[in-house]
Structures are given as C-alpha cells and as structure tokens.
C-alpha cells in the first residue's frame, strides 16, 4: 500500500498579521507596524502615527496593491474613511491634508517626527 503524500500548504499567518488580501499583509509587532507585499517590507511606521498610517492606506490602494474594501476591512475603518483621505492627499499632498486632521502641526507632519514624539 503507498504512502499519501503531504500537501505543500502554506502555514497560517500567525497572530500579530493581518492579512489585507493574497499579496498584502500587516504585521503588528510591539507598536511598530509593517506593510508587507509579495513578501517584501515597503513601508514600516510607529502604531501612535496617525498620518503614516493614512498613508499606507493610500499607498495600497494608489499602488494597485489592494481595493478599498480590503484596506478599510485590515485597518479598521470605513471604506468611506480610505476615500476621504485619498481625496485629501491628491488635493495637497499628504503632509498637509493628513496632518491637519490628526491634529499634527503640518511643519512636523514627516511620519519620523509624529513617532519621535510619542516615543514609540
């Protein structure tokens, strides 16, 4: 009688990833989180960081990475929320549009300085 096999499955993701779709994830890790793509890290920001976290978002889906409705479904927001803060970021550009409505002062607004100051 032969043997069966093993499938080769891919591992489930562990606790602290959220998945976002197949080629997106986001992994939390002791208040630092990170994009992943295909495997790859492409942007990395401090949990307290509000516009670095809006810009991920947007990243994601100016990128093609992911639809809106998966980005608002892993960040815990509305779709409505990831509309509105890619129409702030193509009217003024993301420092200026973000900052202003999570009460950052807009000279400050660089996603290092926002995570600097809460000390992550």
């Not at 990170?34 to 990128?63: Q, R």
């Amino acid at each position: 009688m032969s043997t069966q096999q093993a499938l080769a499955l891919s591992s489930p993701a562990a606790s602290n990833t959220v998945v976002i779709n197949a080629r997106c994830s986001l992994r939390i890790e002791a208040g630092q989180r990170v994009i992943i793509v295909a495997g790859l890290p492409v942007h990395h920001y401090c949990a307290a960081d509000a516009v670095a976290e809006a810009y991920a978002m947007v990243f994601l889906v100016e990128s093609g990475f992911a639809q809106q409705t998966d980005v608002a479904r892993a960040f815990a927001r509305s779709e409505r929320t990831v509309r509105r803060y890619q129409r702030r970021m193509r009217r003024a550009g993301w420092r200026r549009s973000i900052a202003k409505r999570v009460g950052v002062a807009v000279d400050d607004a660089s996603p290092g300085n926002v995570c600097a100051a809460s000390r992550c």
